[in-house]
């Protein structure tokens, strides 16, 4: 199975970096998909990860140590709008069908 | 980008009626939809896959003679919840693969997801 784990809420200032993280344990694992999602709203695609290492886009970046199972989401220079919940999702490969983890809440207060 | 517009976004009804729900992807063609379902501070759960001109495929649990999928065209899916109930109450998603998102190494197609659909059951 996906097993996908992300902490279920985190808390951060503004203006400061946080970490989100995502351990899977999955056969056939594909990539990794980071998405933002405001409550009431549909999720919102930040960054997709295949081969390990870090993938820098503006603010956001996305680590993946495919032998470990591990991801993360660094976001930097925080804002206040960037308080949302903010999922992992897993492909297999052939399906190419992300499997959500449950979301990480994150609330940036100033 | 890519869109992918859903319809109503709010949808109160009675219990025992039917609800059709939308999705409809405006700029380009997409041969595979996907239906979720989301609970308050709950994950996306994937309820089916919709195949244009074939029948859906379901995730196991989910009631194919309750949540109706049609998928008649490049363009439009629909998902009908028939004779809802009050446990039927939830969010819906839908999503379609569009253009390609690029990790190093590899091409995926990502998915574009429309607005939601809140749906309470009286």
């Not at chain 1, 052939?94 to 449950?102: A, Q």
């Not at chain 2, 049609?70 to 999503?95: G, K, M, Q, R, W």
Request: hydrophobic share 35%; glycine share 10%.
């Amino acid at each position: 199975g996906q097993n996908i784990d992300q902490p279920t809420e985190m808390t951060a200032t503004e203006g400061a970096i946080v970490q989100i993280n995502c351990t899977y344990q999955t056969s056939g694992f594909n990539g990794l998909f980071w998405y933002q999602q405001h409550a009431g709203e549909a999720p919102t695609f930040l960054s997709y990860n295949v081969l390990d290492g870090l993938e820098e886009k503006g603010r956001f970046s996305s680590f993946l140590s495919r032998s470990k199972g591990y991801s993360y989401l660094l976001l930097k220079e925080l804002q206040m709008k960037d308080s949302a919940s903010y999922l992992c999702a897993v492909t297999l490969g052939g399906s190419y069908i992300p499997t959500f983890g449950r979301g990480t809440s994150l609330i940036v207060h100033p | 980008g890519a869109v992918v517009s859903q319809h109503p976004s709010r949808v109160i009804c009675k219990s025992g009626t039917s609800v059709k729900i939308e999705c409809r992807s405006l700029d380009f063609q997409a041969t595979t939809m996907f239906w979720y379902r989301q609970f308050p501070k709950q994950s996306l759960m994937l309820m089916a896959t919709s195949n244009e001109g074939s029948k859906a495929t379901y995730e196991q649990g989910v009631e194919k003679d309750k949540f109706l999928i049609n998928h008649a065209s490049l363009t439009l899916s629909t998902l009908t919840v028939t004779s809802a109930h009050p446990e039927d109450s939830s969010f819906y998603i839908c999503s379609a693969r569009g253009p390609g998102a690029r990790g190093r190494g590899t091409t995926n197609e990502k998915l574009f997801f429309g607005s939601g659909t809140q749906l309470s059951v009286l």
